[in-house]
Every structure is written in C-alpha cells, then in structure tokens.
C-alpha cells in the first residue's frame, strides 16, 4: 500500500527557513518522480518542485534559487529545504509520487 506522510511544516517569519520531509512507504521514491506542489487559500494547487528518478529537478520560477528538492534513499524520504521565505509561500504543501499518489499536506505560514 502506498503512503506519503509530510512532516515540517509550521510558522515562521519572512525570510526563514523550513525543511519539510515527505516519507514514502509502500514504493522506492528513488524509482518515481516526486514531487512538490503548494495550495494557498482562495488558489489552485500548484508545482512548486519535482525530482525525477534520475536525479533531474524542476523548480517553479516563484521558488527557483530559494528552494532545493532532494531525496534519500536510504530512509526513502523526499525533502523541501525551503530558505528566505516569503508571506507568498504560505501554503499547504503536498508530497505527491507521479501527481497519482498524495500526501495529506502540511501548513506552511509565513508571518512575522
């Protein structure tokens, strides 16, 4: 049985930083494409970033050069380091495997 369970979330002041941590079980995320995607309040869900088997990452142009998608094998867990973060990110941010399995979602806010 496959499941995503997302962890890290939380509140923090413009301009921190959160790692969230997406654990896989029921699958290898080192064979799937993970990925990233963020829904505000009023918004529809969107990429924020993806890693594909091969190592390959796509960023959206909000976060590019902010945050790093990555992934561990070993503990086949997949992660959002998310730095200098904006009111913007505030979000709820799914894990997803192949935008056909999801997580349940962590809150992200971001307010001083």
């Known amino acids: 049985q496959v499941q995503l369970v997302e962890s890290g979330g939380g509140l923090v002041q413009p301009g921190g930083s959160l790692r969230l941590s997406c654990a896989g079980s029921g699958f290898s995320v080192s064979l799937h494409y993970m990925a990233w995607y963020r829904q505000a309040p009023g918004k529809e869900r969107e990429l924020a970033a993806a890693?594909?088997?091969?190592?390959?990452?796509t960023y959206a142009n909000s976060v590019k050069g902010r945050f790093t998608i990555s992934r561990d094998n070993a503990k086949n867990t997949v992660y959002l380091q998310m730095n200098s973060l904006k009111a913007e990110d505030t979000a709820v941010y799914y894990c997803?495997?192949?935008?056909?399995?999801w997580g349940q979602g962590t809150q992200v806010t971001v307010s001083s």
């Open positions: 890693i594909t088997s091969g190592g390959g990452t």
């Open positions: 997803t495997r192949g935008g056909r399995d």
